[in-house]
């Protein structure tokens, strides 16, 4: 029988590489539930689904919600019986979650919840995955990567709606017994990512000659860092994760103290990178110079950390690391953005 997965977010930007991966690699049946705001954009999923066979095309369905909302059962009518969840759906602007942070807990905590109640409704579902992030983790100090298990420690609401989303999911494992998995993700890039995000910016900012500001410390001197990875690669981490065989599950398994269970996995990008190493990376990919300043947000806006780190080797142990280096990413990235333009303008 054909699997169906319902991917909350699927016209975002993280989502619809999965769905593409999803259409190439499986002949499962996919439901992107989205409500189509700032982030979500239909143009995405039609730029994938354009180059599959009508036949393909079919396996994909579209359907309208906003998750501040229980999913009522009108929308469970079109939503189906999935077996397999992947919750992407969130609101992720730091600015905008230290300006509104009650939008964030809504989105992210509260709709996390109702996507939670859900799935502990359904007959058939064999796994649900919840995307969190590097930053409950907080700032990482010089040479510190946060394991999948490190304390929590938010610095913006953003960062905290997301820990809160994943305290709730352990919470319904445990009461429930649903059958949930955690991720956590660093900085994702990649191509049809929103033009206000740091790449897609760079490139658009270094091919028309204008300045770029590096996010550094309060000396100007030391430029933030991350683990970038491409949206493709976590797609396929996902992917890697979803197949794991109940062999594979048993040995990574330890429970926590208490009897916690939820695998939590970090997908990490290959090697660690300044952002002012990365803007100078994105210029050598166009031929060009960059010209950059040194600005110090660090200290001038709150809830802004000048590192984050993950620790990747959970993950490669079970056999999975990106396949392709940082540079030959960017490389790819920065070919494809210039040469399909609408993407990168604001």
């Known amino acids: 029988m054909v699997k169906r997965c319902l991917l909350t977010g699927g016209a975002g930007f993280i989502g619809h590489h999965i769905i593409d991966l999803f259409l190439e690699k499986t002949d499962w ?20 689904l354009e180059k599959y ?11 309208w919600h906003d998750l501040k909302a229980p999913i009522s059962d009108l929308t469970k ?23 509104h942070p009650m939008e964030f807990v809504m989105d992210n905590t509260v709709g996390t919840v109702n996507v939670l109640d859900f799935a502990r409704g359904l007959k058939n579902l064999e796994r649900m995955i919840y995307f969190s992030t590097d930053e409950i983790f907080g700032i990482a100090p010089p040479g510190v990567s946060y394991k999948e298990r490190d304390r929590y420690n938010s610095t913006n609401p953003y960062s905290a709606s997301k820990a809160a989303g994943e305290e709730f999911c352990v919470a319904y494992e445990n009461t429930y017994k649903l059958p949930i998995f955690i991720t956590h993700c660093m900085n994702v890039f990649g191509e049809r990512q929103h033009p206000e995000k740091f790449i897609p910016l760079c ?7 204008e300045k770029i500001f590096i996010h550094s410390d309060s000396t100007r001197t030391i430029p933030g860092s991350r683990f970038y990875i491409h949206a493709k690669d976590v797609a396929d981490a996902i992917l890697f994760i979803l197949t794991l065989s109940p062999e594979n599950l048993k040995t990574i398994y330890t429970p926590d103290w208490g009897g916690a269970k939820c ?4 997908i990490v990008g290959k090697e660690e990178i300044n952002n002012l190493e990365l803007v100078k990376m994105i210029a050598n990919a166009q031929g060009r110079t960059p010209i950059c300043e040194m600005v ?5 806006r709150p809830g ?17 690391e990106p396949r392709f280096s940082l540079q030959e990413r ?10 399909n333009k609408e993407w990168i303008e604001i």
Do not use: C
């Open 29 to 48: 049946e996919i439901v992107s539930l989205d409500r189509l705001d700032y982030s979500g954009n239909l143009n995405r999923l039609h730029s994938v």
């Open 53 to 63: 066979p009508k036949e393909t095309q079919q396996r994909l369905k579209v359907v």
């Open 77 to 99: 009518n079109f939503i189906g019986d999935p077996n397999i969840i992947l919750h992407l759906a969130a609101s992720s602007h730091v600015d905008r979650s230290i300006t």
């Open 203 to 209: 490139i658009r900012k270094i091919r028309d000659s």
């Open 263 to 266: 695998p939590k996995f970090n």
């Open 296 to 300: 110090d947000f660090h200290s001038s």
């Open 304 to 320: 802004h950390d000048l590192r984050y780190a993950l620790d990747g080797g959970y993950m490669k142990s079970l056999g999975w």
């Open 330 to 339: 960017i490389s790819e990235v920065t070919e494809w953005s210039l040469a």
